[in-house]
T-cell receptor
Framework: DAGVIQSPRHEVTEMGQEVTLRCKPI?????LFWYRQTMMRGLELLIY????????DSGMPEDRFSAKMPNASFSTLKIQPSEPRDSAVYFC??????????FGPGTRLTVT | AQKITQTQPGMFVQEKEAVTLDCTYD???????LFWYKQPSSGEMIFLIY??????QNATEGRYSLNFQKARKSANLVISASQLGDSAMYFC????????????FGSGTRLSIRP
């Protein structure tokens, strides 16, 4: 298995632009998570899905952030419009619900 | 409220020594699981070890073991015979039955191994 796949690995964009991060979970996993990691705030859970349904989006910082999971093998996290304070590493993780979550390599987002 | 606390922001250890990374947790749910993840400088999050709240024995995975003290609500990670490649951030995390699949993470400990 290729593991959790995220794209792009790096994204540099200007303030005000739309950013879309993509994630392909491990096949067979039914839960998917989006995290954000910064030096100041550490690792924060933004939103998670069970069986493609959003369960808890309380960590989504504001309306500029949205996430979708149209099917079991694909999810997106969109920021529109982006701001410099959104600069962070965004991780996607998946699990079958048993024990550990498997993380993707992350997307390093820089908003200038 | 559920919480994970890692009180050591950074540690330095001599190569080949054993090291203990502290983690305490707080939950009222009797059913929970505890995890440790490693994040090297390359940035990926690597799962190391898992301990269930009803497990009778401490979890072990190679050089990693989890010192689970339920009454103290602590789940310290022990790395035996440390290696230079162990230098990384280490995160303790917890999932409870009531939180379903959601995992909360501690703030992490940066471990540096000296040659």
């Amino acid at each position: 298995d290729a593991g959790v796949i995220q794209s792009p690995r790096h994204e540099v964009t200007e303030m005000g632009q739309e950013v879309t991060l993509r994630c392909k979970p491990i096949s067979g996993h039914n839960s998917l998570f989006w995290y954000r990691q910064t030096m100041m705030r550490g690792l924060e859970l933004l939103i998670y899905f069970n069986n493609n349904v959003p369960i808890d989006d309380s960590g989504m910082p504001e309306d500029r952030f949205s996430a979708k999971m149209p099917n079991a093998s694909f999810s997106t996290l969109k920021i529109q419009p982006s701001e410099p304070r959104d600069s962070a590493v965004y991780f996607c993780a998946s699990t079958s619900g048993a024990n550990e979550q498997y993380f993707g390599p992350g997307t390093r987002l820089t908003v200038t | 409220a559920q919480k994970i606390t890692q009180t050591q922001p950074g540690m330095f250890v001599q190569e080949k020594e054993a090291v203990t990374l502290d983690c305490t947790y707080d939950t009222s749910d009797p059913s929970y699981g505890l995890f440790w993840y490693k994040q090297p400088s390359s940035g990926e999050m690597i799962f190391l070890i898992y301990q269930g709240s009803y497990d009778q024995q401490n979890a072990t995975e190679g050089r990693y073991s989890l010192n689970f003290q339920k009454a103290r609500k602590s789940a310290n990670l022990v790395i035996s015979a440390s290696q230079l490649g162990d230098s990384a951030m280490y995160f303790c995390a917890m999932r409870t039955r009531s939180s379903a699949s959601k995992i909360i993470f501690g703030s992490g400990t940066r471990l540096s191994i000296r040659p």
